[in-house]
């Protein structure tokens, strides 16, 4: 069982930037592709980015392309989301998630989740 824990979330206002982090529990990091999914209040949950587990190829959503930036630290098993620019409509709970192997980065499957970190943007 791969416990991922989410960190860096706040408040902060439109423009600005945060950087979310997700430690995970698991010494084969290396091997998980790792994602970045956001949940608004009355939304269902969609996905942000993912970065794959071997080669780092990364993916992101249209509407965070340019302005938000998927890493990972697999010496610190450790998966980051760079956020700048932030908007209003940014504003959720933002979840990690790891999957020993997807089938696509977007729809995964995922098989481990965090408990999720809030980001509230203000305008």
């Known amino acids: 069982q791969v416990q991922l824990v989410e960190s860096g979330g706040g408040l902060v206002q439109a423009g600005g930037s945060l950087r979310l982090s997700c430690a995970a529990s698991e010494p084969t990091f290396s091997r998980l592709g790792m994602g970045w999914f956001r949940q608004a209040p009355g939304k269902e949950r969609e996905f942000v980015a993912a970065?794959?587990?071997?080669?780092?190829?990364?993916y992101y959503e249209d509407s965070v392309k340019g302005r938000f930036t998927i890493s990972r630290d697999n010496a610190r098993n450790t998966v980051y989301l760079e956020m700048n620019s932030l908007k209003p409509e940014d504003t959720a709970v933002y979840y990690c998630?790891?999957?020993?192997?997807?089938?696509?980065?977007?729809?995964?499957?995922?098989?481990?989740w965090g408990q999720g970190t809030q980001v509230t943007v203000s305008s």
């Open positions: 998630a790891a999957t020993r192997g997807w089938t696509n980065p977007r729809n995964g499957p995922y098989d481990y």
């Open positions: 970065i794959s587990r071997s080669s780092g190829i990364t």
